[in-house]
């Protein structure tokens, strides 16, 4: 999407969050509200993964893709959490709700995600369907919420409001997680069994100079895999000395498959 639709969607679903939360307080109706939250949420979602893209396009990493992620699905939790909790005291405690208002504003609100999809559907790439997926649910949403208030009009049962926006709430809690364990797992990947760390440090504890191994750990992110660690040297190890032990360490840490090696060099200061 072009950067000024981007920033378009942005204020609309800003406006359309701010002028819901209103609605919602004028009808009473929890539903309305926690629409609002989730339209405030894809607001943040769309400022962070422009960030984000941009970051990483600019350093061609792919951990931003990575945080951009989990900082979204993050903001839908806590703004779901937030709605469901308040949802379940409206149940337990209703209050008035006002038909007619709630249909006026949901009018509003299916209006406003119906066109920031439309404009987020246009030349849709990689990290815009991360936008575009849930501009498309909260137009279901409002769509929904709109049946529902038109029910209420008629009929004056207003336990559906806050049972709906439970509904919603849960549904995206539920996805929402499911995307945050993903990211952890892509994040915090289980190191492949191809590598011995005790092998691994029986070899490096056999080159010259070294005379212990500290806090030696193994992280894998996406497919890359890195070694950091702390080794004791001789305390009369030259500099140059140092710098071929790290080289001779990536040397064996790379025929196990290990693509980054962070080595820090401690002098023993032992007599």
Same mark, same amino acid.
């Given at each position: 999407?072009?950067?000024?639709?981007?920033?378009?969607?942005?204020?609309? #679903?800003? %406006?359309?969050?701010?002028?819901?939360?209103?609605? %919602?307080?004028l009808t009473g109706s !929890?539903? $309305?509200?926690? %629409?609002? !939250?989730?339209?405030?949420?894809?607001?943040l979602t769309i400022g962070v993964s422009s960030i984000f893209e941009h970051k990483e396009k600019a350093e061609r990493n792919k951990k931003y893709n990575i945080l951009n992620s989990f900082s979204c699905s993050? $903001? @839908?939790i806590t703004s779901s959490v937030i709605a469901l909790f308040v949802s379940i005291y409206r149940l337990v405690i209703p209050t008035t709700i006002h038909g007619l208002g709630m249909i006026l504003f949901s009018f509003f609100g299916l209006g406003i995600n119906g066109y920031a999809l439309? =404009?987020?559907?246009? &030349? !849709?790439? =990689? #990290? *815009?369907?991360?936008? #575009?997926? /849930?501009?498309?649910?909260?137009? @279901?949403?409002?769509? !929904?919420?709109? $049946?529902?208030?038109?029910?209420?009009?008629?009929? &004056?049962?207003?336990v559906l409001d806050p049972t709906l926006a439970i509904i919603i709430s849960l549904l995206i809690v539920g996805k929402a997680s499911k995307n945050v364990t993903k990211t952890i797992e892509r994040f915090t990947?289980?190191? /492949?069994?191809?590598?011995?760390?005790?092998? @691994? *440090?029986? *070899? $490096?504890? +056999?080159?010259? #100079?070294?005379?212990?191994?500290? &806090?030696?750990?193994?992280?894998?992110?996406?497919?890359?895999i890195f070694l950091n660690m702390q080794i004791v040297v001789e305390k009369n190890t030259t500099k140059k000395t140092s710098e071929t032990? =790290? *080289?001779?360490? +990536?040397?064996?840490?790379? =025929?196990? %498959?290990?693509?980054?090696?962070?080595?820090?060099?401690?002098?023993?200061?032992?007599e």
């Open positions: 999407m072009k950067e000024d639709n981007t920033k378009l969607v942005f204020f609309l #679903n800003l %406006g359309c969050s701010i002028f819901g939360i209103i609605g %919602g307080l !929890i539903a $309305i509200f926690s %629409g609002a !939250i989730h339209d405030f949420s894809d607001s993050t $903001i @839908l439309f =404009k987020t559907s246009k &030349n !849709i790439d =990689k #990290n *815009e369907t991360k936008i #575009n997926v /849930p501009m498309l649910l909260d137009c @279901l949403g409002w769509l !929904i919420i709109l $049946i529902v208030a038109i029910i209420i009009q008629t009929t &004056n049962i207003t990947e289980e190191i /492949p069994n191809t590598i011995s760390i005790k092998q @691994l *440090e029986e *070899e $490096i504890k +056999k080159i010259e #100079n070294i005379k212990e191994i500290q &806090n030696l750990h193994i992280a894998k992110v996406e497919e890359t032990i =790290k *080289e001779k360490i +990536k040397g064996i840490s790379e =025929k196990q %498959g290990i693509a980054k090696t962070i080595i820090e060099i401690l002098y023993d200061s032992k």
